[in-house]
């Protein structure tokens, strides 16, 4: 789960198949996710398409704390569209929801507000410490928290 949709007419967007800059988490989960991404951006770009199915098809599935985009708000701004989207988000990932979800919270806003309300809830929040959002030159920090998720499963 990351923090929020990119604002409308970003062109950028996590599912989006061709986003030329700025596709930091898409780049950073692949290469997280799967041994054989860990090549160049250029490339793992060309091969979005295929990814992304992979993705899916293994299971796993992107949503967003909050439904207002967020991204340059300050922390007052982004705090309030998440808190206030809590019972949206509930809703949403009861509708995904399988027996075998886990739920990994990414970027420190979203892991200190949604954890709590989610774990008491019910959902398998499996992250115990922030994972870092991956931009902004976070990726190594992303990669190392999210590396240890993966270990403890």
């Known amino acids: 789960m990351a923090e929020s949709p990119p604002r409308e007419g970003s062109g950028r967007f996590f599912y989006f198949e061709e986003v030329p800059v700025g596709d930091s988490l898409f780049l950073e989960l692949m290469k997280a996710l799967y041994e054989d991404a860990r090549g160049n951006a250029k490339t793992l770009r060309q091969r979005k398409v295929e990814y992304l199915k992979r993705f899916r098809d293994d299971g796993f599935y992107l949503i967003d704390a909050s439904q207002v985009p967020v991204a340059g708000e300050s922390r007052s701004v982004k705090t309030q569209a998440i808190q206030a989207g809590l019972g949206?988000?509930?809703?949403?990932?009861?509708?995904?929801?399988?027996?075998?979800?886990?739920?990994?919270?990414?970027?420190?806003?979203?892991?200190?507000?949604?954890?709590?309300?989610?774990?008491?809830?019910?959902?398998?929040?499996?992250?115990?410490?922030?994972?870092?959002?991956?931009?902004?030159?976070?990726?190594?920090?992303?990669?190392?928290?999210?590396?240890?998720?993966?270990?403890?499963?």
Not at 92 to 114: A, F, G, R
Not at 126 to 146: H, L, S
């Open 88 to 153: 949206q988000l509930e809703h949403d990932l009861i509708e995904i929801q399988h027996p075998n979800m886990k739920v990994v919270l990414v970027s420190s806003l979203v892991y200190e507000i949604c954890c709590e309300p989610l774990r008491r809830a019910g959902f398998n929040v499996i992250n115990t410490e922030m994972v870092d959002f991956p931009g902004f030159g976070r990726q190594k920090e992303f990669q190392a928290k999210f590396a240890r998720i993966i270990d403890s499963l």
